[in-house]
Structure formats: structure tokens, C-alpha cells
């Protein structure tokens, strides 16, 4: 388990541990990753959070044309996984969980304890800091890097 | 509550004891219909209720002893009364203590016959 923000280690830990969850994914909604639960390699990662956060734009997109309140959980349910997916928001904005769960644990379960992480999530956040850094083209790319570092160790 | 448990929703829940009943979908841990009184998390409920259904059916084909037909889960104030209906159904009720269990029992059964 590993996380950008230290803060997110302690409520995304008891997440995993009670609800059974295979992997967990905490993102900004345009896709970069907060905290990672499960996930082995880089490559798999990234297409997961831009999968996501994809799919949670479009589903809002489809709700607002009908003139529906945003779905705020979309899941999808295999023979021997699933995927839930639901966005929140958090004093430091408005973030993604995709969590990838199997036979071992419930949708019902699962969405006890998101409630409650999300619940954890925003009571241990810290303020947002005062002025935000605009990221540079040029600094994308090394940012991007050390964010695979903090996530991946290496 | 409006939907097609609630008649009999509404009958379990009039037994003396008892402070909430729901339909639960046993596959998925989500609530189908509740009556329940005001303060239980019925997600919750329904979640872990489906969970433990899970487990004990898990339990009981490995020991051979077939499906289960009723799930009595006692605590020191109250307890989880679990029996599973037809069509992936769980019939749950959540009883205080110091009540009927053996008549909300045979109501529970044989309302679970009827839960199609």
C-alpha cells in the first residue's frame, strides 16, 4: 500500500482490511493517483485511474443530459470480480475511489466501509495549502516520476 | 415502505420484539425493501447479514449438512435472526432481548417460503 499523501495511509488501511477488497485506487477526478492498494506495476495503475476517472466522467456526463443527479457509484459486476467506482469530495477537492473486489466480500460490505473511509478521509485531511503550485509542462514529466516512486517504491 | 415485501414486512415487524426486518439480496448485501426503527445503519445490517449467509452456507456444504434454513446470531442485547428465501432472498429481522425467538423463528420460515 502506498499513497502520495501519508495522511490517506491510516483510513484506506482499516478500508482494505475490513472490506476485503482486492485492489483500491484513490484519485483526483482528472486521474492522478492519490493512494494505490494492490496494484503491481505502473502501467496497469495509470490505465486504471484514466479508465476510471473516465468512466465516472462520462457516467456524470450521460446522468446531466438526462437531467439526473450524478451517479455517485457506478459498479460493474463480473463472474469473479467487480468494480465499484464512486467519486467524493474531501477538502482537498473532489477525488475517485475504484475499488476491485471478488467473491471474498459484498457490494453491500464494500459500501459500508467506503462510507466510512470517506467519512475517515475528510476528518484527517489538512487544509488546503494556502497557495497551489501550477504545474509545468516542463515539470511534468519528473513529477510524474516521483509520484511512481511514492507509489511504487522505486 | 411501498414495495411488494411490505405487507409482509409490516407483519413481521408487528411481533413483539422486534425493531426492524428487511429483505436482502443475498448475492450483493443491498437492502431490497426495510421497515425498520430509526437508528439501525440497515446497509449495515443488510451487508453483514448477507455475509454471514454467505459463510454459514460455505460452512455448512463443506460440512455436507446442506443450505442453511435459519441463522440465529445472539449478542448480550439482541440478535440477528437470518432465514433464506427463494431467489437469492434473505429474510433478516434484528430482535431485542427477552422475546418470543421461537414464534419469530416459525413466522420467519414460513414467511421465507413466501418471499418469491
Redesign the interface.
Same mark, same amino acid.
Request: net charge neutral; no cysteine; hydrophobic share 40%.
Given at each position: 500500500m502506498r499513497a502520495i499523501e501519508p495522511w490517506v495511509l491510516g483510513p484506506l488501511r482499516t478500508f482494505v482490511a475490513e472490506s476485503s477488497t482486492r485492489l483500491t485506487l484513490l484519485m483526483t477526478t482528472s486521474g492522478q493517483v492519490v493512494a494505490q492498494h494492490g496494484f503491481a506495476g505502473a502501467l496497469d495503475l495509470m490505465a486504471a485511474a484514466a479508465l476510471g476517472t473516465g468512466i465516472v466522467a462520462s457516467s456524470s456526463e450521460l446522468a446531466s443530459q438526462m437531467s439526473w443527479p450524478a451517479f455517485r457509484i457506478v459498479t460493474h459486476q463480473g463472474d469473479r470480480q467487480s468494480h465499484f467506482l464512486s467519486w467524493f469530495d474531501t477538502p482537498r477537492g473532489r477525488w475517485v475511489a475504484l475499488v476491485v473486489y471478488g467473491s471474498e466480500?459484498?457490494?453491500? =460490505?464494500v459500501? =459500508?466501509f467506503f462510507?466510512q473511509l470517506v467519512e475517515e478521509l475528510v476528518a484527517a485531511a489538512p487544509a488546503e495549502p494556502a497557495q497551489k503550485r501550477e504545474v509545468l509542462a516542463a515539470d511534468f514529466e519528473r513529477e510524474l516520476n516521483s509520484s511512481l516512486r511514492a507509489l511504487f517504491g522505486r | 415502505m411501498t414495495g411488494r415485501f411490505a405487507p409482509l414486512l409490516e407483519t413481521l415487524t408487528r411481533l413483539r420484539g422486534i425493531r426492524g426486518a428487511l429483505v436482502v439480496d443475498v448475492a450483493d448485501g443491498l437492502v431490497v425493501e426495510e421497515s425498520v426503527m430509526g437508528g439501525l445503519k440497515v446497509t449495515a445490517v443488510a451487508a453483514m447479514a448477507a455475509n454471514i449467509a454467505g459463510r454459514s452456507a460455505e460452512l455448512a456444504g463443506r460440512a455436507d449438512f446442506g443450505q442453511p434454513r435459519f441463522i440465529h446470531l445472539q449478542a448480550l442485547d439482541g440478535s440477528l435472526l437470518v432465514a433464506p428465501a427463494a431467489r437469492d432472498l434473505l429474510l433478516v429481522a434484528i430482535v431485542g432481548r427477552d422475546v418470543p425467538l421461537g414464534l419469530i423463528r416459525l413466522e420467519m420460515l414460513r414467511m421465507a417460503e413466501h418471499l418469491v
Open positions: 466480500t459484498k457490494l453491500g =460490505v459500501q =459500508v462510507d | -
